[in-house]
């Protein structure tokens, strides 16, 4: 392999991993019109054709100025920025080969999480980045408006004193914590909207959560994702009736020979997790 792209995979391995040590040590302070990032940490559910965990905690950044924002994954952007290049493809997968060829899978830099969130308000725009059935999809939407109900309870995360909200949206139930001290209309995923930023999120039954766990200024712009023309364009409900088919349809799958059983908290399915059991973040696609 050239020694300079195995020396750029290597420094960005550990360029990522110091993003998430300095985020999640910062401390608490002030950022009132300035640029923030909140690293959270996102627990959900995920399945597939032969297995599912009830509980998968991905680390994810929102960097944001109230106005522009993106919500990602540093490990996965990381390994997209590698990828992005012809030259950095071919020595990834060289890396990659050579790795596997010598036992040293462990030092395989592996994405952590598949979606990308960025919101554009001036434009008002929101785009989603995400994977189905192996392909890459780009999601574009107008920002949606939230019905928020501000509540009584109160919160203590990260040093902040953070107000209870809750609405119904995209056909889930959610909980929020918002801090008025920060007053950025922003949050993790597609949440935002309330009068400060929102550092926790939990929907209805516990099998999707946000939970900041660092905050700091920084300087970082809001940058698009990379490779994001190399995304195939599909409408919203469209991307999840696809992801859904591809465990409800058998025929849409390779599957291994005889039966395949899933084991989730304890109960054996066939084949795969109906919907009523675990569905996805989004359930108005139905």
Avoid at 26 to 50: D, F, L, N, W
């Amino acid at each position: 392999m050239n020694p300079i792209n195995m020396k750029r995979i290597l420094s960005l391995t550990l360029f990522s991993a110091a993003i998430l040590a300095s985020v999640a040590q910062g401390v608490p302070t002030a950022v009132v019109g300035q640029q923030i990032e909140v690293s959270y940490k996102y627990s959900h559910p995920v399945q597939t054709m032969r297995s599912a965990v009830a509980d998968v905690t991905n680390d994810y950044i929102l960097i944001t100025d109230g106005y522009n924002s993106k919500f990602y994954s540093p490990r996965t952007e990381m390994i997209d920025s590698i990828e992005s290049t012809p030259e950095g493809f071919e020595a990834f997968n060289t890396f990659k080969r050579e790795c596997w060829e010598s036992g040293r899978q462990k030092d395989i830099p592996r994405v952590d999480g598949s979606f990308y969130i960025t919101k554009f308000s001036k434009k008002g725009q929101l785009h989603t980045y995400d994977v189905a059935s192996a392909t890459r999809f780009h999601i574009v939407e107008s920002i949606p408006k939230i019905n928020w109900e501000i509540e009584d309870s109160v919160r203590n995360i990260l040093g902040y004193d953070c107000q209870m909200a809750t609405t119904d949206f995209r056909g889930r139930n959610w909980t929020a914590w918002f801090a008025t001290e920060i007053p950025v209309q922003d949050g993790p995923w597609k949440l935002a909207g309330l009068p400060g930023i929102i550092l926790a999120a939990e929907c209805e039954g516990g099998q999707y959560t946000f939970e900041a766990d660092g905050i700091r200024q920084t300087s970082k712009p809001v940058k698009d994702i990379y490779g994001k023309d190399n995304w195939e364009a599909i409408d919203r409900r469209d991307f999840w009736r696809l992801r859904r088919e591809c465990l409800d349809n058998p025929s849409r799958n390779i599957k291994s020979a005889g039966s395949n059983v899933i084991v989730f908290q304890g109960i054996e399915y066939k084949d795969y997790l109906p919907a009523e059991v675990v569905d996805y973040i989004e359930t108005d696609y139905k």
